[in-house]
């Protein structure tokens, strides 16, 4: 039986790359950062915050074939907007730095965001090398606000430091 390289990987639209390659890790970290955000939904005590979140899983998952296939539309960043836009209104922003994880689903949600964060990182680097379309971009970092958001309407009164 010949064995396999499981040094390699195949992307979205066949082409086999090395596990370590720049796209393999950012495909990776979206996987990653959908792990947690599905952790975070089965914790989260409002029900809005985990409706939100199964959404964004599924939208987790347009954002991690865009490079292949251009799918993350306008009207996916519309939708991100519209949600920050009913999550600000709802909640009130610390005006100084606060300690986040209070209970379960503040940290769960906190290292969903870090993960996020870590992903958008890649994507800028994917997108100065031409793979990855900037609103891929815009969309990581508008989800990083999102959960810091959320983390906030879960979280209710937070202690400053």
Not at 10 to 24: F, L, N, Y
Not at 31 to 56: M, P, Q
Not at 130 to 145: Q, T
């Amino acid at each position: 039986m010949e064995r396999k390289d499981s040094s390699v990987t195949a992307t979205a639209d066949g082409r086999v790359v090395s596990k370590d390659s720049s796209i393999a890790w950012y495909v990776g970290t979206l996987d990653e950062a959908n792990a947690f955000i599905g952790l975070a939904k089965v914790f989260a005590k409002d029900d809005g915050v985990k409706r939100t979140l199964e959404d964004v899983q599924r939208k987790m998952f347009v954002v991690g074939v865009d490079h292949v296939k251009n799918s993350l539309t306008k009207d996916d960043y519309e939708w991100l907007v519209k949600k920050v836009e009913e999550l600000e209104s709802a909640v009130k922003k610390p005006n100084s730095f606060v300690i986040l994880e209070k209970d379960e689903p503040t940290a769960f949600l906190s290292v969903a965001r870090a993960v996020v964060r870590r992903a958008e990182r890649m994507a800028v680097r994917l997108y100065r090398e031409g793979i990855v379309r900037i609103e891929v971009v815009d969309w990581l970092n508008k989800l990083n606000y999102l959960l810091y958001l959320m983390i906030l309407k879960e979280g209710g009164d937070f202690e400053k430091i």
